[in-house]
């Protein structure tokens, strides 16, 4: 009876190593996405003859689409299986990336790239639990490692790649990468996951909670981008910016009455979570604000090559993929509170000194800035997850990792919406520089407030 079941469990993780490799590259594709493009947003403004507000679109509607879904879908992978969820999304973003590809305006390209991100959110909602059901217990934590060190070569790959890309192949090369690979990974995955059915929960989705978030979410960064259009003196941008803000508010006194909230929100009654929360939102502008302005500037301004752009725009990620590796090291040396302030502090002074970037700066310059909020985005992943673990309950982690990286990505979006806003208020047609300038100072003020916010913090930490 015992050689049986032993037989059964042994049948069952047969092909663990092919459905980490299929996962994995599917995975690594939706990490790529999140970076590849940026290289070629300047080049896509040449092709496509777009102005920084149609561009802005193209990064913006991902990260936007992430912040509507990943609470969605989350929750859908737990009621209808996550492995279904996860198909669909590998499909969804497939199809997705070859029309971006042959996108013939900005338009187009808008649409499919926040088709992409609805994709991606599936697979990154179901990706790391789908490889828990496929291994054994005492193997897990080891092919998670295995999949965070993939995935966060995807982040870091992704500038250098889309700058060779464009340089040999074209811009449409950036979305069509991925087809081949998603190829190999659906295949490795279509043998090797079979039989991990789940048994779906009894789980209970707050509809109208999931109807006013993504109106909420999505009218409120619409009515800021349309704002820009339109100088803000049309009626219809103060209607979204109104409908998006009732409906948020409306989403909060709903949560504050139900036994089964959407939002979590009493996850920041924890100093430590709500640190945690302000290095997270400086990980948002970094991936969105900077990884959007910085291409244009080394393109518009500086007249680099793609190669080089992408060569540049790669310490970004490469430092937080040296973070992520070093992280262990670095926490018993310094502790959870500490690193979370280093990280705001970090990320302060990175965007100050985008401030002094010029025309004539030297490249080497550049490395700095870049680096620093590498170490920000590095410290703000890998000490979050290290704070809800510490303290928050077991059953709550799951749920309070989709609200921390929720505001992640909300805050990246609205800062993204206003900082174009901000950039098209003040452009000129004779000079980038001046623009440019006025977004950074946008983002100084932000970061100044929440580096208070993240001092006064540390303070109440360290009398408690």
């Known amino acids: 009876m015992i050689d049986a079941r032993l037989m059964i469990m042994d049948n069952r993780f047969r092909y663990k190593w092919w459905a980490l490799l299929g996962v994995c590259l599917l995975a690594f594709t939706a990490f790529l996405d999140a970076t590849i493009v940026n290289t070629a947003l300047p080049f896509i403004q040449t092709a496509l003859n777009a102005n920084i507000l149609q561009l802005q679109w193209v990064a913006n509607i991902f990260t936007m689409v992430l912040s509507m879904t990943l609470i969605a879908l989350g929750k859908f992978a737990d009621l209808w299986g996550r492995k279904k969820i996860f198909y669909a999304g590998v499909v969804l973003f497939a199809i997705a990336a070859f029309g971006a590809g042959l996108s013939p305006n900005t338009k ?8 992409q991100s609805l994709g991606a959110s599936a697979i990154l909602v179901a990706s790391t639990a789908l490889l828990s059901n496929v291994f054994p217990e005492k193997e897990r934590i080891r092919a998670i490692s295995i999949y965070a060190g993939v995935t966060g070569f995807g982040l870091m790959i992704g500038p250098f790649l889309g700058g060779i890309l464009i340089a040999l192949l ?3 090369w950036v979305f069509w990468i991925n087809l081949p690979l998603i190829g190999i990974g659906l295949s490795a995955c279509s043998f090797s996951l079979k039989g991990h059915s789940h048994n779906t929960p009894s789980t209970r989705i707050d509809w109208i909670g999931l109807v006013l978030l993504i109106l909420g979410l999505g009218s409120l960064l619409y009515g800021i981008i349309s ?18 803000v009732i409906a948020l508010v409306v989403l909060l006194i709903l949560d504050a009455r139900s036994k089964h909230s959407l939002l979590d929100l009493h996850i920041f009654k924890k100093k430590l979570i709500i640190l945690a929360a302000l290095s997270c939102a400086f990980g948002g502008v970094v991936s969105t604000v900077f990884m959007f302005f910085d291409p244009l500037y080394l393109r518009i301004l500086r007249k680099l090559s793609p190669f080089l752009i992408g060569l540049l725009i790669a310490i970004i990620p490469a430092a937080q993929v040296i973070i992520s590796f070093s992280f262990n090291r670095l926490e018993k040396w310094f502790g959870i509170a500490n690193l979370l302030f280093v990280s705001n502090l970090i990320a302060f002074l990175a965007v100050v000194l985008h401030r002094f970037l010029q025309l004539e700066t030297p490249l080497i310059f550049l490395v700095l800035p870049f680096f620093l909020l590498g170490i920000n985005w590095g410290l703000s992943n890998a000490a979050t997850m290290t704070a809800a673990n510490q303290v928050i309950a077991p059953h709550e982690i799951g749920a309070a990792m989709g609200m921390i990286f929720t505001l992640w990505n909300l805050v990246g979006s609205i800062l993204l919406a206003a900082s174009t806003a901000v950039f098209h208020a003040t452009e000129t047609h004779t000079s980038f520089l001046p623009a440019f300038h006025s977004a950074i100072e946008f983002n100084i003020l932000f970061a100044a407030l929440v580096l208070l916010g993240a001092i006064l913090v540390r303070l109440r930490l360290k009398k408690e």
């Open 108 to 115: 187009f390209l808008v649409l499919f790239r926040g088709m």
């Open 227 to 244: 704002g820009a259009q339109s100088s803000w003196d049309s009626t219809g941008t103060w209607i979204w910016l109104g409908l998006g």
């Open 170 to 172: 074209g811009w449409r």
